[in-house]
């Protein structure tokens, strides 16, 4: 890996914790509305982590490890974007993570003339299974808030979607005021 490309690498994903760090420090987007985690651990915290390691295995010129790395990624951002998509609220923060991830991949692609179609299929299949193993794992809600204008008695609410078995939940608030 040339001197450049690692620093390219670098600073990529420095701004990617970036991302999160702003994410903790401003984001109203989707962390204080969603519920989405995997294995219990939020997305947020994971993204820090694997944002961590792709420092690392940058730093320890490890080539295939990052590139391997790079296309789960790109399969669980794929998911992500899909999710997004399905339930139409869009993170900010979250697709800039995504296009994040997506540049360190286009970058650490190494299409060398022999072995293009080897390193195609290698990442498609590593792709295919960072997909499937958020499809199985993930674990996805997403509260909205909006106002209930029909009762002086309901002045706010929340409309609460669970998605997995496409079930809407509506949770009234009831107001002193």
């Known amino acids: 890996m040339s ?3 690692r620093w390219s690498n670098l600073i990529i994903s420095l701004i990617g914790a970036g991302i999160i760090a702003a994410y903790d420090l401003y984001g109203q987007s989707c962390a204080s ?3 989405n985690n995997l294995f219990g651990i ?9 944002m961590g390691m792709l420092i690392l295995l940058n730093l320890l010129r490890k080539e295939l490890i990052l590139l391997l ?7 669980a951002e794929i998911y992500l974007i899909g999710f997004q998509i399905t339930n139409e609220v869009y993170c900010y923060y979250c697709l800039a993570f995504e296009a994040i ?6 970058l650490n692609l190494k299409m060398s003339q022999g072995s ?8 498609g299949f590593i792709i ?3 997909f499937t193993f958020f499809l199985v794992f993930f674990k996805g809600a997403v509260v909205s808030s909006f ?3 029909s009762s002086p008695c309901l002045k706010t609410g929340a409309l609460r979607r669970f998605f997995g078995n496409n079930k809407y939940l509506i949770l009234r608030f009831l107001s002193k005021n």
């Open 3 to 5: 001197s450049k490309k």
């Open 33 to 35: 509305y969603s519920g």
């Open 42 to 50: 939020e997305l947020r915290h994971l993204g820090l982590f694997y």
């Open 69 to 75: 790395l790079l296309s789960f990624g790109v399969g």
């Open 101 to 106: 991830i997506a540049l360190l991949f286009l």
């Open 116 to 123: 293009i179609a080897g390193i195609l299929i290698f990442a």
């Open 128 to 130: 295919i299974a960072g």
């Open 147 to 149: 106002v209930l204008t």
